[in-house]
Every structure is written in structure tokens, then in C-alpha cells.
């Protein structure tokens, strides 16, 4: 089963032979005596076995999520399933993995896949990306040329910098590291997701990862939850919140940004800014976003968590829509922390956080009624931007955050009066579904002068 072959790519052997294929070519051309290749091989053992334990212990981590999750992801799993059996020409039997009726059988039951069934997911899934990589060109640009040098040891990145970017094998070494990065961090079915949803391609997937990543700055937010004291349960949950986040950035970069998606221009529009205005999202003051991250944080923190940790993971999925704030800050030419204060006060006057929150409750159920509550999330937040821009548009710098919105409302004060009539009689009803939340999502639209999604100009990609 092609679960044998999770560690395939990592083992100590694997990694030493790469390596010592390396000097060997060094040497071939005269430039390491035969008895001083040996002696360095030697020196490097440790170090090779830390290089392998670290991703061992990455993988586990994602093993370990991957159980947590099991039951919840059922369906996704299956489709996950059904996908690799139709166009990867994976055999359900040979591999051990369940069939249809057996996962029917387990979702009555409320249970997920197993260890072993989880084991081969990951792994025919890592293998499926790997090759789709390989038949690309995203290996060869310039996001991924430091990358490679991390894969060996440090006295041959030292010494041998430039045979290692002639390594026969470097595409090859690159896919593997790509593949595994994404998958036991960002999670088996996120590359699935994407393109289930999106219709992204690995590739497309491979770029708005990096790019997510390194905007957010997830990796070090990653490496304190998993070297923090918890208790196992703790931690995952705190590792699955900033999915969320991760999900989120990842389809918008790949909705809002030109495409394909360029990484190095991605991450040097959004990074800085966003990190910037960390300190605007309202996580301190009285409202929803200060509401839903003492909710949210409240369990884990009893639970064992430590509070900064907690509320900064809580806090991540409401920084999201700071890259609404940046892109909106670039298209009326008004200065970012303006656009924040009236984007949140925005949210916070016209109660969208509240229904972001009934969106998030909805059954995920198959895959059309997770594609409709997708829609209907984003119907809200293009509101939102399309809100703030029509603020501003109408409004000037110097204005207070409640002068621009009592005068754009008094501008607009009928399509206000029939969207809030509309919007107390879907609250009257006590309860939200998806029809409901839909026909809420509208009239937060109905309130748009224009009525139409506003989007940044897009410049023409790059090729990092």
C-alpha cells in the first residue's frame, strides 16, 4: 500500500543517498579528494538524522490532526477517495481504503477514517501532487531557488551551493519538499478543496499556500502551538482555527489577485500591510470581533491553553479581511489604517460579523451545500468592501469614522430603510439557515449604491 511509502522521500537513507550523489559528482570532477568525502559524509550523519526527525515529527503532527478530524471530514474524504480512484487510478481494494457503502455504514455511525485509511489518503495524495508538480514548470521560478539548499546538510550548502543547483535530482527533491510542506501543515484535503471549490490546480495551489503563509506569517504561529505545553486536544484545535484562515486567504488570493498567482508579488503587496494594521482588527475594544474571540478563545484557555496564544489564533480569521482593507486602501487612494477604522466600525454597525458567525454554524453536509454557504460568505464580504468603498467615495480624509457613515446614510436613506426592514424580519425569525442567510446576504448588497463588487486594479503577473 502506498502508506509504506510515507516516509519514502524522508528517510535517513534516502536523504544521505541525495547527498552523498552529490559529492560524489563534486568529487568526480576533482574538487574532494576520495578519503575527504568519506570523512565529511561521516561528519554530517547527525545532522541528516535531525533533518529526517523534523519531518517525521512534521508528519505526525498532520497524522495526528488528520484522527481528530477524522469523523467531521468524512464526506470530504470520500470524495477525496472517489477522485483518486477516477483519475489517479487508485484501487480501493489493493490499498485498504473503504468503500462507498462501508463510509455510508461509518457516517450513520458518526465515525471517520481510520489510522491506516488516513495513513494512505496522505500518502496517494502527496504522491498525486508530486507528480502534477513535476509535470509543471513552477519548480524551475525563483520563489522556490532557497529552497533547495535547506534540503542537505550545512557543510555541503556551504561548500557545494553551486553544484546543488545542478543536482540531477533537484526537481525531484523540490516536489517532495513542496508536497510535504503543504500537505502535513496546510492539511491533506486543502489542494482538494481548492480546486473543489475554485477549480484550482496544484500548482495554483502550491502559490496561494507560499503566498498565505508568509503574509500571515502562519509558519511561526505553527511552531508555538506545536512546541507549546498542551494537552494533545488543545492543540489541535488551535492548529485547525488558523486552517481557517489559511483556507480563507488562499481562496482569495486566487479570486481577487491576477492569475496565475504571482508569489513574490503577492507576498510583497500584502505582507508588510498586513502585519502593519495587525493591531487595527477591534479585538480589544467592545464589539463582535472582541465578542467572538473571548467565545472562541474562552474553551481553550480552560483547557490548558496559554491567553496570548489563545486570542492570537482566534484573533487570525478576523485579520483575514485586512487584505479587503489593503486592496481597498490602494483602489480610493486613502490612507490603510482610515479604511480599517471605517471597515470594522462598518461591520460592526450593520451587525455582518453576526451573520458571518450563523454562516460558520451551517452544516458543511455534501458538496453543493458547502459551495452555497461559500457563496453565501463571500456574498457578506464583498458587501463589506463594497460597503467601505462607497463610504469613502462619498466622504473625505478628514472626517471622523461616524461622520463618514452618518453622512453616507443619510445619502442613502432609502435603500437603508427597506435592507434594515428586511434584515429585522429575517431576525425576527430566531433562527438561520441557508435560504434565509442568502436573502440576508442580498439586502446587505441592496445597501451598495452601485450595487456591484468592487476589485483592485490587477496589474499583469509576474513569473515568481
Request: glycine letters at 6%; one cysteine or more.
Amino acid at each position: 500500500p502506498a502508506g509504506l511509502q510515507l516516509g519514502a522521500g524522508w528517510s535517513a537513507a534516502d536523504r544521505g543517498v541525495k547527498t552523498w550523489a552529490l559529492i560524489e559528482r563534486v568529487g568526480g570532477a576533482g574538487y574532494v579528494p576520495a578519503e575527504e568525502r568519506n570523512a565529511l559524509l561521516a561528519s554530517m550523519t547527525d545532522e541528516v538524522s535531525e533533518l529526517v526527525l523534523r519531518d517525521n515529527i512534521s508528519q505526525n503532527f498532520r497524522m495526528g490532526l488528520s484522527r481528530a478530524h477524522a469523523a467531521p471530514m468524512l464526506e470530504v474524504h470520500r470524495r477525496m477517495i472517489a477522485e483518486l480512484e477516477n483519475r489517479r487510478g487508485v484501487d480501493r481494494t489493493l490499498e485498504a481504503l473503504p468503500s462507498d457503502a462501508e463510509i455510508d455504514r461509518r457516517a450513520a455511525a458518526g465515525t471517520g477514517l481510520t489510522s491506516p485509511e488516513l495513513a494512505n489518503l496522505l500518502a496517494h495524495v502527496k504522491l498525486s501532487l508530486k507528480d502534477d508538480l513535476l509535470a509543471g514548470n513552477l519548480l524551475d521560478q525563483s520563489a522556490f531557488e532557497t529552497l533547495l539548499p535547506t534540503y542537505f546538510p550545512a557543510p555541503v550548502r556551504e561548500r557545494f551551493g553551486a553544484a546543488i543547483k545542478r543536482h540531477p535530482l533537484r526537481r525531484q527533491i523540490l516536489a517532495t519538499m513542496v508536497v510535504n510542506d503543504m500537505v502535513d501543515l496546510g492539511g491533506t484535503s486543502y489542494a482538494f478543496r481548492l480546486a473543489e471549490e475554485i477549480g484550482a490546480t496544484t500548482e495554483d495551489a502550491v502559490r496561494a499556500y507560499t503566498a498565505a503563509v508568509e503574509i500571515f506569517d502562519l509558519r511561526s504561529l505553527w511552531q508555538r502551538i506545536r512546541t507549546a505545553a498542551l494537552p494533545t486536544s488543545v492543540r489541535d484545535e488551535l492548529e485547525l482555527e488558523t486552517k481557517r484562515t489559511l483556507d480563507r486567504a488562499s481562496r482569495w488570493l486566487l479570486i481577487n489577485r491576477p492569475q496565475p498567482l504571482a508569489i513574490g508579488a503577492g507576498i510583497a503587496r500584502y505582507r508588510d500591510g498586513v502585519r502593519a494594521l495587525a493591531d487595527a482588527v477591534p479585538a480589544r475594544r467592545p464589539g463582535p470581533v472582541a465578542d467572538d474571540v473571548l467565545r472562541r478563545s474562552q474553551g481553550a484557555i480552560d483547557r490548558g491553553a496559554p491567553r496570548e496564544l489563545a486570542e492570537e489564533v482566534y484573533l487570525l480569521i478576523h485579520r483575514f479581511t485586512l487584505l479587503d482593507v489593503l486592496d481597498i486602501a490602494d483602489i480610493c487612494g486613502r490612507d490603510a489604517a482610515e479604511v480599517a477604522a471605517l471597515y470594522y466600525t462598518l461591520d460592526k454597525h450593520f451587525e455582518i460579523q453576526r451573520l458571518l458567525t450563523a454562516v460558520a454554524r451551517l452544516d458543511r453536509g455534501d458538496r453543493w451545500r458547502t459551495l452555497a454557504r461559500l457563496a453565501v460568505r463571500d456574498d457578506l464580504y464583498d458587501s463589506l468592501r463594497a460597503l467601505t468603498v462607497d463610504v469613502l467615495t462619498t466622504t473625505e480624509p478628514l472626517e471622523s469614522t461616524e461622520e463618514k457613515i452618518a453622512y453616507w446614510e443619510s445619502t442613502n436613506r432609502s435603500r437603508l430603510v427597506r435592507a434594515r426592514a428586511a434584515l429585522a424580519e429575517i431576525d425576527a425569525t430566531g433562527s438561520y439557515d441557508l435560504a434565509t442567510l442568502s436573502v440576508a446576504a442580498r439586502q446587505v448588497r441592496s445597501m451598495v449604491s452601485s450595487g456591484e463588487p468592487v476589485t483592485a486594479a490587477k496589474p499583469a503577473a509576474d513569473q515568481a
